[in-house]
Each structure stands twice: as C-alpha cells, then as structure tokens.
C-alpha cells in the first residue's frame, strides 16, 4: 500500500464552482501535512499547510481527519487559474521523511 | 527571490552513456533532495543530503550516485543510463530545521534515455 494515495481525478469543474478531494495516508506516525500545486510542465510550489484545527487561505480550506488519517483541500469560487496538480506531502514525526502523493489534477473550465 | 537552478531543462542520452544532473540554491539550505517524477508514481525520492560531503538514500537509490562537495551544490549522478531511467528529474532543498514542509524546488530536468 503506498504511504500517501490521492484520487487522481481529474476533476473538471466550471468557474465559479467548489471543488474538493481527499487524501489518504497510511503512517498514523505522520506528524505535519501540507498541499503543494503544480502547474503543467513546472515544478510543484507549497500551497499551504493543514493544520489539525483545520485552515483557511482565501478561497482554499484544508483539513486534517487524523481518526480517519486523511486531509482535504477545498476551493470555493474556482478561477481558471486554479487549474492545476495537486500534490499532498505528510512528514513522519520519527525519521522527517517527506512523502508526495501522485497529485489530484483540477481543470477549471470557462 | 529564492532560487534552485538545475543545469539542464531536456537532456537526450543513450544507454549505457554517463549523465551528470547539476543543481544548485542560492538560500544556503543544509538538505538537498534529488526526486524523479513519473505520471501516477508521483514524485519519488532518490537521495537526499543534510549536510556537505552527506548523504542518504531514499526510496529508489538503485542505479543513480550522489556528490555534495558545496553546500550549494547537489549533483546526481547515473553511472550507466538505462531506458527506466527516463523521467523528470526535480532537485530540491529546504531548511534542516525546523522541517517545515516547505521544500523550494528547481524547474526540472527532463531525461529522454534511448
């Protein structure tokens, strides 16, 4: 089973909607989670990080389910520009490692 | 602006051909990681460094050397290129501590082997 697993979607939404997707880690070890974005053909860049109460950064929320050992990125309001690759990071609290899930693409459509 | 260059954007090898893969930061991070990127594999780690003249194996050492002679530099090394070895190469570093998650990356080398 791989240590972090995302939907891979894609997820096509038009402008204006809310969009919103999971992601799965199998460590209950992990210790800090985190959302990157990766543009087509660039490389990923940090997007946010999640924290436990849960987080807000303009249109984009994230949440931490450490029962159910998930996180989620919700976008309100999608722009084209939210178009994109998204790639969940978690961190083992024992050995550091950071570890990407394959991404969970988002095509916003006019 | 911080800034993690690599040496080369598209690279065409043939097997069995020796491929140097440079990178280098401009924020004197201690860790500097090597990862390959394939589709629906994500991005997988090959070598990480946390200090000069270190380093350590990731996930998918087999077949690919490291130097850290600088703290600024990072090279990957693939002693004798394979057609598996095709892929989008990505070098990144971050601060050593706190981890904060946040790992500053290059544009990424793009390695055809034929």
Same mark, same amino acid.
């Given at each position: 089973?791989?240590?972090?697993?995302?939907?891979?979607?894609?997820?096509?939404?038009?402008? /204006?909607?809310?969009?919103?997707?999971?992601?799965?880690?199998?460590? !209950?070890?992990?210790?800090?989670?985190?959302? =990157?974005?990766?543009?087509?053909?660039?490389?990923?860049?940090? @997007?946010?990080?999640?924290?436990?109460? /849960?987080?807000?950064?303009?249109?984009?929320?994230?949440?931490?389910?450490?029962?159910?050992? =998930?996180? !989620? @990125?919700?976008?309100?309001?999608?722009?084209?520009?939210?178009?994109?690759? =998204? @790639?969940?990071?978690?961190?083992?609290?024992?050995? =550091?490692?950071?570890?990407?899930?394959? /991404?969970?693409?988002?095509?916003?459509?006019? | 602006?911080?800034?993690?260059?690599?040496?080369?954007?598209?690279?065409?090898?043939?097997?069995?051909?020796?491929? *140097?893969?440079?990178?280098?930061?401009?924020?004197d991070h201690e860790n500097?990681?090597?990862?390959?990127?394939?589709? &629906?594999? &994500?991005?997988?780690? $090959?070598? *990480? #460094?946390y200090d000069?003249?270190?380093?350590?194996?990731?996930? $998918?050492?087999?077949?690919? #050397?490291?130097?850290?002679?600088?703290k +600024?530099? *990072?090279?990957? $090394?693939?002693?004798?290129?394979?057609?598996?070895?095709?892929?989008?190469?990505?070098?990144?570093?971050s601060r050593r501590?706190?981890?904060? &998650? +946040?790992? *500053?990356? &290059?544009?990424?080398?793009?390695?055809?082997?034929?």
């Amino acid at each position: 089973r791989k240590e972090v697993e995302q939907d891979p979607g894609p997820f096509n939404v038009p402008e /204006g909607a809310t969009v919103a997707f999971n992601c799965t880690y199998s460590n !209950s070890a992990s210790q800090s989670f985190f959302w =990157y974005r990766q543009d087509c053909r660039k490389e990923p860049k940090l @997007l946010m990080s999640v924290y436990s109460s /849960g987080n807000e950064d303009g249109r984009f929320t994230a949440q931490l389910n450490r029962a159910s050992q =998930y996180i !989620s @990125l919700l976008i309100r309001d999608s722009k084209l520009s939210d178009s994109a690759t =998204y @790639l969940c990071v978690v961190i083992r609290s024992n050995d =550091y490692k950071l570890s990407f899930g394959a /991404g969970t693409t988002v095509t916003v459509r006019a | 602006d911080v800034k993690v260059t690599q040496s080369s954007r598209y690279l065409v090898k043939r097997t069995g051909e020796k491929v *140097f893969l440079e990178c280098v930061q401009d924020m004197d991070h201690e860790n500097m990681f090597w990862y390959r990127q394939d589709p &629906g594999l &994500g991005l997988r780690l $090959i070598y *990480f #460094s946390y200090d000069v003249k270190m380093k350590e194996k990731g996930d $998918i050492p087999e077949g690919y #050397s490291v130097s850290r002679e600088k703290k +600024e530099r *990072f090279s990957l $090394i693939l002693e004798s290129a394979s057609t598996n070895q095709t892929s989008m190469y990505l070098c990144a570093s971050s601060r050593r501590r706190p981890l904060t &998650g +946040e790992l *500053f990356f &290059g544009e990424g080398s793009r390695l055809t082997v034929l």
